[in-house]
């Protein structure tokens, strides 16, 4: 069973920053890639960055130019740093790490104030 645990979340103004770390319970480099999602109240949750075990990275457009994901293998570590925030990225940030499985982690809240 893979476990992952995020940390980093926290309350900032718009334009500021904020660094995400996820932990995996396993090698990351077992898993066919990992990725960082989001949900906000009422909403749906949504993909924010992706990366494969190949290193190949996807974003979503609205976070393109803002925010990056990363990788450490030797810590098992996956991260998203996240750059001029803006009010509307306001949500619960969850990791997820995927082979045929899906694995999640119970998420960290991101609060940006205007």
């Known amino acids: 069973q893979v476990q992952l645990v995020e940390s980093g979340g926290g309350l900032v103004q718009a334009g500021g920053s904020l660094r995400l770390s996820c932990v995996a319970s396993?090698?990351?480099?077992?898993?066919?890639?990992m990725g960082w999602y989001r949900q906000a109240p009422g909403k749906q949750r949504e993909l924010v960055a992706i990366?494969?075990?190949?290193?190949?990275?996807n974003y979503a457009d609205s976070v393109k130019g803002r925010f990056a994901i990363s990788r450490d293998n030797t810590k098992n570590t996956l991260y998203l740093q996240m750059n001029s925030l803006k009010p509307e990225d306001t949500a619960t940030y969850y990791c997820r790490g995927y082979t045929v499985m899906n694995y999640w982690g119970k998420g960290t809240p991101v609060t940006v104030s205007s």
């Open positions: 396993v090698s990351i480099i077992s898993l066919n890639g």
């Open positions: 990366i494969t075990s190949g290193g190949t990275t």
